[in-house]
């Protein structure tokens, strides 16, 4: 089956402790990108990867990591979460940039 | 700057009636856009598309949405809403001709009343 998972699916974790969201996608696309969903703020890009060692920042980069070594992995690394990066986080793939996206279940982030 | 608004935030309606709802768009050139739907506690789904061609585009679960270029917009209707259909909605939109990014509208939160 066709699908982009995300693991945690639920995380609470205490301010500074590094912690990595994985994602990975088994339909071989070109392009994984991050996002976090925060109520009347809709989807913002946090980085996104055009394809394997490419990756580059979206509109809220800050706190946040990631790495592109394999194509169908997408991990997004806190080094120091705070608490306003509490949210939802989604990591997405599509098998050219401007194709349609899909999207893993969503992770549930919380810091304290 | 590329943008995306959906003016509706929060929409109630009664099962059957008619659903429209608006999403507009900055961009210049050359545009893809997407509106995508979120049932409570799932993730984003396709619900269509529209890359080039008839204007008017069909999706999933008797949605439509009509692209109007010359308004910049891409608005979602369906003729008669169902229970089911309570969920949020996402308008998204990139371009061919720059950028990599895929941005979305802050999103139509949907609930049908039955």
């Known amino acids: 089956e066709a699908q982009v998972t995300q693991n945690p699916r639920y995380l609470i974790t205490v301010t500074g402790k590094k912690l990595t969201v994985t994602c990975s996608q088994n339909m071989n696309h070109e392009y994984m990108s991050w996002y976090r969903q925060d109520p009347g703020l809709g989807l913002r890009q946090i980085y996104y990867s055009m394809n394997v060692e490419v990756t580059d920042k979206g509109d809220v980069p800050e706190g946040y990591k990631v790495s592109r070594k394999e194509k169908r992995n997408f991990p997004l690394i806190l080094e120091s979460p705070s608490p306003n990066q509490t949210s939802l986080y989604f990591c997405?793939?599509?098998?050219?940039?401007?194709?349609?996206?899909?999207f893993g279940q969503g992770t549930r982030l919380t810091v304290v | 700057a590329q943008s995306v608004s959906q003016h509706n935030h929060h929409v109630i309606l009664s099962e059957a009636a008619s659903l429209e709802l608006g999403c507009n768009y900055s961009y210049g050139g050359t545009v893809n856009l997407f509106w995508y739907v979120q049932y409570p506690g799932q993730h984003l789904q396709l619900l269509l598309k529209y890359f080039s061609g008839d204007p008017l585009v069909k999706g999933i679960k008797g949605f439509e949405a009509e692209f109007i270029k010359s308004k910049f917009s891409f608005n979602l209707r369906k003729p008669s809403v169902q229970w089911s259909d309570t969920a949020e909605y996402f308008c998204a939109a990139n371009s061919m001709d720059s950028s990599y990014k895929l941005i979305f509208g802050s999103g139509t939160r949907l609930l049908v009343r039955p």
């Open positions: 997405a793939s599509s098998l050219r940039v401007h194709t349609e996206a899909f």
